[in-house]
C-alpha cells in the first residue's frame, strides 16, 4: 500500500502526437543534436584564434543541463569511492552516478570547443575557455539539495529560453526530472530531509543560475487551490500550435484522476487517492478556465490502472505544458512536484534519467 508523503513546493525532438495520451513512447533526441559549435567551427583557417563562439540561449540552455549533470557525476562518483565501510551507500551513489552519467550524455555533454588540454602544447595561446562545471556539495543531503534546486532553476528558465521547439523543450524538461526523482531517492535513501536540506543549501551552490524561492510548506494541499496556477497565461495567449498538446495534457490529468479514485484502498491510501485526484481535477478547472477546449471523453482511466501509469500520465501531461510554453507558467513546478511524487509513492518505477526513451543519432534506441 502506496502512503502519501509530504513534499515541498516552490513557485516559480517528434513531437508529442496523441498517441501520446496512451502512451509515452516519444524519442528523447537531445544526445546527437546539440548544435553546439567545435573547435572546427572556430578555429577553421585560424588556429591561433582564442576567442570562444557565442552560444545561443538554446544551446546555453543545453549546455547548463550538462554542466550540472556532471558536477552530480563527479560528486557522487567521488562519494561512492569513499564509501568503503558501506556497501549499501557504495551502491546507491553509484547508481546515482550512472544515472547522472546518462543524463550528461543525452543532453549533448559538455561544450568544450577547444578540446581537451592535456594533450596540446599550445594549451597555454587559448585564453578564453568555457566556465567549469562548479563545485557539487561534498555530503549527501547538500548534494541532494544541489541535484533537486538546480533542476528546479533550470526548469524555469527551460520554460522560457527561445529557440528550443516543443519537443525538444520537453526532452530537456524530463531530464531534468529525472535528476528531480534521482535527488529524491537519494535524500530517502539516506533519511535525508530534502525540503530542509534545499533550504539550507547556500544560493551560490548552484550558481550562476537564478536562485528560487524555497519553501518548506509540504504535502498534497500545497499544491491544490488558485494559487497552483498563479502566473497562468490568458486563453488569447493560447496559439494553434499548442492546442493539441494542452488538449492532451487537460485529457491525461483527468484520466489519471479517475485512476487515482479507482487505486483507493488497492494501490494507494484512501487519503492519499483523494487528495491527488482533487489536485488534478483542479489543474483541469485552470486548464479550461483559460481556454482549452474540453475534449475529455466521458470516462476515460489509464490503460495500466496502477499507481505506475498514474504517475506516468501525470508527469507526461507535466511535459505537454511545458512543451507547449503557453498554458502555465506553472508546468515547471508540477514536473518538480510530480517527479518527487513519483519517487515516493512508486520508487522502483521512477524515471531517474528520462521518461522518454532515449536514442542515439542513428534514431535506434539505446534501451
Known amino acids: 500500500m502506496h502512503r502519501f508523503l509530504a513534499l515541498p513546493h516552490t513557485s516559480t525532438w517528434t513531437k508529442m502526437c496523441a498517441a501520446l495520451c496512451a502512451s509515452a513512447g516519444v524519442a528523447l533526441g537531445l544526445g546527437g543534436c546539440t548544435g553546439l559549435p567545435t573547435a572546427a567551427d572556430s578555429i577553421a583557417g585560424t588556429p591561433d584564434a582564442v576567442e570562444l563562439s557565442t552560444l545561443s540561449p538554446a544551446q546555453t540552455m543545453r549546455d547548463s543541463v550538462a554542466r550540472s549533470e556532471a ?13 568503503t565501510e558501506c556497501a549499501t551507500c557504495a551502491t546507491m551513489l553509484s547508481s546515482v552516478t550512472q544515472d547522472a552519467e546518462a543524463r550528461l550524455a543525452a543532453s549533448g555533454g559538455l561544450w568544450e570547443p577547444w578540446g581537451d588540454f592535456s594533450d596540446r602544447e599550445d594549451a597555454e595561446s587559448f585564453v578564453e575557455v568555457p566556465a567549469q562545471i562548479g563545485q557539487a556539495p561534498y555530503t549527501v543531503g547538500p548534494l541532494a539539495a544541489f541535484m533537486l534546486r538546480s533542476a528546479r532553476e533550470q526548469l524555469d528558465e527551460l520554460a ?14 524530463s531530464l531534468l526530472a529525472g535528476r528531480v526523482a534521482s535527488a529524491q531517492l537519494l535524500a530517502d535513501g539516506f533519511a535525508v530531509d530534502l525540503a530542509t536540506a ?13 536562485p528560487v524561492e524555497n519553501s518548506r510548506a509540504s504535502g498534497i494541499d500545497q499544491m491544490s487551490g488558485a494559487d497552483q496556477m498563479s502566473g497562468i497565461l490568458s486563453s488569447e495567449q493560447l496559439d494553434d500550435d499548442s492546442e493539441s498538446t494542452t488538449e492532451s495534457a487537460l485529457v491525461l490529468f483527468d484520466c489519471a484522476r479517475t485512476s487515482a479514485l479507482s487505486l483507493g484502498g488497492q494501490g494507494l491510501e484512501h487519503d492519499t487517492a483523494s487528495a491527488l485526484a482533487t489536485l488534478l481535477n483542479d489543474r483541469v478547472k485552470r486548464l479550461l478556465e483559460v481556454g482549452v477546449e474540453d ?21 507526461t501531461a507535466d511535459l505537454l505544458l511545458v512543451g507547449s510554453r503557453t498554458a502555465s507558467l506553472q508546468a515547471p513546478a508540477y514536473i518538480s512536484y510530480d517527479a518527487q511524487l513519483w519517487a515516493q509513492l512508486d520508487p522502483v518505477s521512477a524515471p531517474t534519467v528520462s521518461l522518454l526513451p532515449i536514442v542515439e543519432e542513428n534514431g535506434e534506441p539505446q534501451s
Not at 198 to 210: F, G, Q, R
Open 160 to 173: 522560457q529560453v527561445e529557440g528550443l521547439t516543443g519537443p525538444e523543450r520537453e526532452a530537456l524538461a
Open 198 to 210: 534545499v533550504a539550507d543549501l547556500p544560493e551560490s551552490a548552484t550558481s550562476p543560475a537564478a
Open 295 to 315: 475534449t475529455r471523453p466521458l470516462r476515460c482511466t489509464t490503460p495500466q490502472g496502477t499507481v505506475e501509469g498514474v504517475l506516468r500520465d501525470i508527469l
Open 71 to 83: 558536477a552530480t557525476v563527479e560528486r557522487a562518483a567521488q562519494m561512492a569511492r569513499a564509501a
